[in-house]
């Protein structure tokens, strides 16, 4: 049986944060100095009422799709209601739960979590008794306020989530995220020529290197097109056999063909690195952690209505130092990996770490060097590190707590209530 341990996803309503929400309805705004979702005032004035009385008003938080999510388990909401005088609420916070498709409410007649009418919202006690049936990995948190008021407005600072994981940090960050992206997304291009005999395909198996193909970008006849203005057209790919499909051209003439190929990226401290001879390839040189970082408020998540809970504790904030070492068989296809190693790290500076669906920046160390000598081996290489900042781990699993919901002073007549 899989041993599963808890894990954190948190949706702060802050400035900073204001990615992390998919939608503001008209009657809903976050507060870029109180940090809080609250009401809209009628007529934008700053901090002041009246505030609109509609039923239906509510904010979104972006869909997450922890992929090591295997069940949600918790709920919680840091929020505020207005009281009357007479201590009845005179603003309420209300909830539904997406899964990408659909909103949808737990029905307690059903027992199931159905898709919602306008009208249909839980209380946050509803959905944190019953979060552990949601059906879908993926979730978004639909949040509703409202008051009956005009003169006072609900707030919501934070949302937590709690949900059961077979996470391991260090190969979310470096092997499910990191890695795969730069599979996923490095597509350099480079050239092949030929001479045509009058063939009507071209065989791309006969590469000096054994390029992972994935796509032709351009096919050119450099005879009748030096300055390559005028792609061929009617040429075709199969990316199985590695056939490429051209017009018949005159005997004797040269054919550019620039095609798209698919580095691989593999790492050396594991077993991939048998994999280093198939090159052109991106290895990972080595994984260090640096700038260890205590976090001192040890989030929690606790069900307000029976007082059970966890705590995070032991937990702390580190950079990760990622070494890559990019070789080819030639230097010009050295040149273009570099050029697409340096145009994906130019639009890219938020590594997702895909297991948490949480976001983490990271930063070039040095510049690009792809000046290199080939080595002995006919190999051209070069070198740059990548640092993941700010990177999160929990080392041991989040403990059990029980809230206080009320404590006795004996000796006395006095009782004090903890808000929770």
Known sequence: MARYRKMLKCFSFEEQFRRDMAELNAGVRLHPKRNRLELTPIGGVVNEGPYPTDPDLHARTRLTTPEACRKWSGFFAILKNAKGSDGALLTDVRFRLNDGVNDRYWNGGANAWVIAAPNNWNTEQEVADNIGAWPSQSLQVVINLTTTNE??????EEIRLLYDTDLVFLEDYVVRSFIADLRENLRPVSVMKVDSTGQTTIDLNALQAPF????????YNDTQDPTHFAPLAGTAYDVNTKLLSIPTQPNGERITVQFIWRPNVV???SQDFVEIGKIPVIVVDD?????????????????????DGFVFEEGFQADIRLPLLYMTGGGRDLHALAEELAHYFAITNLLRARGQDDFFPYRIEGSFNDSSTPSQKELHSARLTVHVQNA??????????TGVLRFSVTGGNTTFMVAT
């Not at 003169?151 to 919501?156: I, L």
């Not at 929990?394 to 707590?401: K, S, W």
């Open 151 to 156: 003169s006072v407005t609900p707030f919501v």
């Open 392 to 401: 999160v781990f929990y080392p041991e699993d989040a403990r059990p707590i």
């Open 212 to 219: 992972d193909v994935v796509g032709i970008d351009a096919v």
């Open 267 to 269: 790492i050396r401290q």
């Open 287 to 307: 994984t260090t952690i640096l700038n260890e970082r205590v976090i001192r408020n040890r989030p929690y998540v606790i069900n307000k209505g029976t007082g």
